[in-house]
């Protein structure tokens, strides 16, 4: 995702990445006066050449804050009234020239000043997101049990650092559990909610003893919070036996990969309506009952959980993001064993480069990478 926020200028100029230019602007500056000298000493004094330099405050505030823009109207000033000499006969035309340079640096320092303070407000709004985004998804150990973990999220929205995609990961005595889900909406509302389900997935994930039950226990939490009838969440939920039996239930989300062996495939899953929406089923669940054939992971398999995001990112051709092959492709490019954090750091840039720039979602990724070592069944 995209990190942290520049810091303040000093002196109450702009901020870091508004001071990129800095050297680019004043030697703007600096050869607009120098041309607007050379050219009046050297042409006619009908050129009226001179007047060019109420340009200069304004080219100043490009890269500099208030301070300077009056200096450098000072200097315009100033030099304007050392041109007089080559036309003597139009102190008139210098004295609108001097009026016209000080209106628009007042202009230049009144924007400069309102822009300052909306990055002010902008960052520290980055910053109370990014407070909740840390409160909210809290990051994932290293390792958990014998897997190595990483997670990462990216917000379609250039300023955000949270929506409503969310995850987790647990060791308890039923296995390592995973969860990861996207919440139908936007905004705040959608990080309650998204806050909601953790919540409820943090305390019910060390009591159920089955995925169907635990997807019960949050879609009853969730019902309990929800004041708008559309609202829902998708969800999966992932468990990893001590053997390495692995099951998931899926709530209306798209299924997980297994990396292994240098392909991709999907982790069979029991199904569910998505959750907040269990009003809508006919019959209760059968929270007992098989929730998927299940699969034996082994050391060197990889597990990844995506939200939408990733999966229906499209180029200019409208064509989604082929995830499978680029996981192929990315496992016959790096030798095994796959170091999770590079994995995602990897996605989420190769999907960008793929869709077009407003073709891409809310995306959280969640990998749990089994390093090669103990057969299943003699895990430490």
Not at 15 to 20: D, E, L
Not at 360 to 369: E, F
């Amino acid at each position: 995702m995209r990190e942290g926020s520049d810091r303040d200028g000093q002196d109450g100029e702009p901020a870091a990445s508004g001071r990129r230019p800095r050297a680019a602007v004043l030697g703007t500056a600096l050869l607009l006066c120098t041309l607007v000298a050379v050219l009046q000493l050297s042409t006619p004094p009908s050129s009226h050449i001179a007047s060019v330099l109420v340009a200069v405050p304004a080219v100043i505030s490009f890269g500099f804050g208030p301070p300077v823009i009056i200096g450098s109207a000072a200097v315009a000033v100033g030099i304007r009234w050392l041109l007089l000499p080559t036309e003597p006969h139009r102190i008139g035309s210098a004295i609108g020239t001097t009026v016209v340079i000080c209106v628009i640096a007042a202009l230049s320092c009144f924007v400069v000043r309102h822009v300052e303070r909306e990055t002010t407000r902008l960052r520290k709004v980055v910053s109370v997101a990014e407070t909740a985004q840390r409160a909210v998804l809290r990051p994932p150990p290293e390792t958990l049990g014998p897997f190595r973990t990483a997670a990462s999220y990216l917000a379609a929205e250039q300023y955000a650092r949270i929506g409503g995609d969310l995850y987790a990961v647990v060791d308890t005595r039923f296995g390592v559990r995973a969860l990861i889900g996207d919440v139908r909406g936007k905004g705040l509302d959608a990080v309650s909610t998204a806050a909601t389900v953790l919540g409820s997935f943090h305390e019910a994930a060390y009591e159920e003893a089955t995925l169907g039950r635990l997807a019960g226990r949050l879609d009853t939490g969730l019902n309990r919070f929800l004041r708008d009838e559309e609202a829902f969440v998708t969800a999966l939920l992932i468990q990893i036996a001590p053997d390495g039996h692995t099951e998931a239930y899926s709530c209306g989300h798209p299924p997980s990969l297994v990396l292994r062996d240098g392909a991709a495939q999907e982790l069979p899953a029991g199904t569910g309506l998505p959750l907040g929406l269990s009003a809508l089923a006919s019959a209760p669940a059968d929270a007992d009952g098989p929730q998927s054939a299940g699969t034996l992971l082994r050391p060197g398999d990889t597990i990844l959980l995506y939200t939408d995001g990733i999966a229906e990112a499209r180029n200019d051709a409208g064509t989604f993001y082929p995830l499978a092959d680029r996981l192929t492709a990315y496992q016959r490019a790096h030798s095994p064993p796959v170091d999770p954090q590079h994995l995602l750091t990897w996605l989420l840039e190769d999907a960008q480069e793929y869709s077009s720039a407003d073709t891409y979602d809310d995306a959280a990724l969640l990998a749990l990478a089994w390093p090669p070592g103990p057969e299943p069944g003699r895990l430490p």
